[in-house]
């Protein structure tokens, strides 16, 4: 949104200078040397133009008549102070503070985004909003994943980051887009370009200057127990944490295509694993994958989401907003 037209006011410590700018119609009243009024209005011209040729009388006036009327000018001074605001149109400022345009962050990023690239992009999210915990208020979506990259756990994310580089260059140049927003944009188109649901992105998130602390995402050997307990302290349920998982239907990791966002990844879990000679399952999805399935609770979700793929969609739109929502810090207006 361009904010060439919108309407600047301040106001000086004395209450001898106001200054309204818009477009048409200006006018300037000088007394003694110094600015009295100046206004520039778009609309309710007519009403502008009368102040304006009133004050213009008063300008050409004949020097010597100046003292005698001096006080029919301090009065006109302030009735045109009080009378401006009024003629001015209306602008709600809220509006005008918020500069984000969230066409152009999603254009720059499908100007570089692929099918193939888009597993590596949500990976990214999860990788960044992941270590959010309620009881230390820290983590989130913040952007810090472009500091812990040499992390064991972020092993692969820099190509990912690059990807985004190039796009962020290019929306920087139109507007300013944070690692937070962009991340949080970024995952959701991946999802929606791999035939998964559209997900809507609030804007105005923050970016952390540091590395969120270690240890905050889950580790591939966790059992089912211990997932859910780590889910919890993130605020997130059960229920929440099988549909999350369920993003691993791309990528490659043996659920299905890896570049279509559907539930066959549930559809696999309810089958029995293939293990090889040695015994060892087959290498398809990770442990944690296959641990939902030890659980009860976790068992359920799956099977409702192996049978009902819509059901699937609008859960995870949820849960997807919530992971980007929790712990990030906002811009305000």
Request: hydrophobic letters at 40%.
């Amino acid at each position: 949104m361009e904010l060439t037209n919108i309407p600047y006011i301040a106001s000086s410590s004395s209450s001898s200078c106001f200054y309204y700018s818009y477009s048409r119609c200006g006018c300037r009243v000088r007394r003694d040397g110094k600015l009295v009024i100046k206004a520039s209005i778009a609309g309710s011209k007519h009403a502008a133009d009368s102040v304006c040729s009133q004050l213009f009388e008063q300008e050409t006036e004949d020097p010597l008549s100046v003292a005698r009327s001096s006080w029919h000018i301090r009065r006109r001074d302030l009735a045109s102070a009080i009378l401006l605001p009024f003629l001015l149109p209306r602008v709600n400022i809220s509006i005008a503070a918020e500069i984000y345009d969230a066409s152009i962050i999603r254009s720059g990023v499908r100007n570089i985004l692929t099918k193939a690239k888009a597993a590596g992009v949500l990976r990214l999210v999860f990788h960044d909003a992941g270590t959010f915990e309620i009881g230390g208020k820290s983590g989130g979506m913040n952007g810090s994943i472009i500091y812990e990259v040499d992390r064991p756990e972020n092993t692969g994310l820099n190509r990912s980051i690059k990807i985004l580089t190039k796009a962020k260059e290019g929306i920087d140049n139109v507007q300013k887009v944070s690692w937070a927003d962009l991340i949080a944009v970024a995952g959701a188109e991946a999802v929606a370009l791999c035939g998964g649901p559209e997900i809507p992105v609030r804007l105005g998130r923050l970016d952390s200057s540091t590395a969120d602390p270690t240890g905050k995402l889950p580790e591939e050997t966790l059992d089912a127990t211990s997932l859910k307990t780590l889910f919890n302290k993130k605020g997130f349920s059960a229920q929440e944490m099988v549909v999350l998982s369920g993003a691993h239907t791309i990528g490659g990791k043996g659920f299905g295509s890896p570049i279509v966002f559907d539930n066959t990844y549930f559809k696999v879990l309810l089958e029995k694993p293939q293990t090889s000679s040695t015994g060892m399952a087959a290498m398809v999805g990770l442990r944690t994958d296959w641990a939902l399935t030890e659980d009860d609770e976790c068992l359920r979700w799956i099977r409702v989401y192996a049978e009902d793929q819509a059901r699937f969609f609008d859960d995870f739109r949820d849960a997807y907003i919530k992971l980007v929502d929790s712990g990030a810090s906002w811009r305000t207006a």
